[in-house]
């Protein structure tokens, strides 16, 4: 039987320890789930990217610099384009591709949910 004294398994202060250590992983875990989701929100321009797809999107390292922001436009459905190879951005189910033939400057962006998105990667909007 357990005595009025006893506090479960842990002393006292050891449950307090423990709960206060919970604590902080919860709160370190939702502090890097928002940092996550401001970072793609800043990728993508948007704050509601996941619902209204990029606004513009930063492409790292192009033209040889930090990285250029281009400003997308969703296409038409029936919007008839040739991709070359295709590449995947840093986030799951969103690539691009360039479109052809290789004289064109358009990129192609395929969106997670299937949407496509245009851009001219010879009209920056400014480096960052």
């Known amino acids: ?16 320890t423990r709960r ?13 789930v928002a940092a996550t989701y401001l970072f793609y929100a800043w990728l993508f321009g948007s704050i509601l990217w996941v619902f209204t797809g990029p606004d513009s999107i ?4 192009s033209y040889g610099g930090l990285g250029q922001r281009f400003e997308t436009q969703k296409l038409a459905d029936d919007y008839a384009y040739q991709c070359g190879e ?14 052809e033939p290789e004289e064109t ?6 969106w997670y949910n299937g949407d496509k998105y245009i851009f001219d990667n010879q009209d920056p909007l400014g480096s960052f």
């Open 1 to 16: 039987m357990m005595d009025s004294s006893d506090s479960g398994s842990y002393p006292f202060r050891e449950q307090k």
């Open 20 to 32: 206060r250590r919970t604590r902080r992983f919860i709160v370190l875990c939702a502090g890097a």
């Open 58 to 61: 930063w492409v790292p390292g």
């Open 86 to 99: 295709s590449s995947s951005l840093p986030f799951p189910g969103v690539s691009y591709c360039r479109q």
């Open 105 to 110: 400057s358009s990129i192609i962006v395929t």
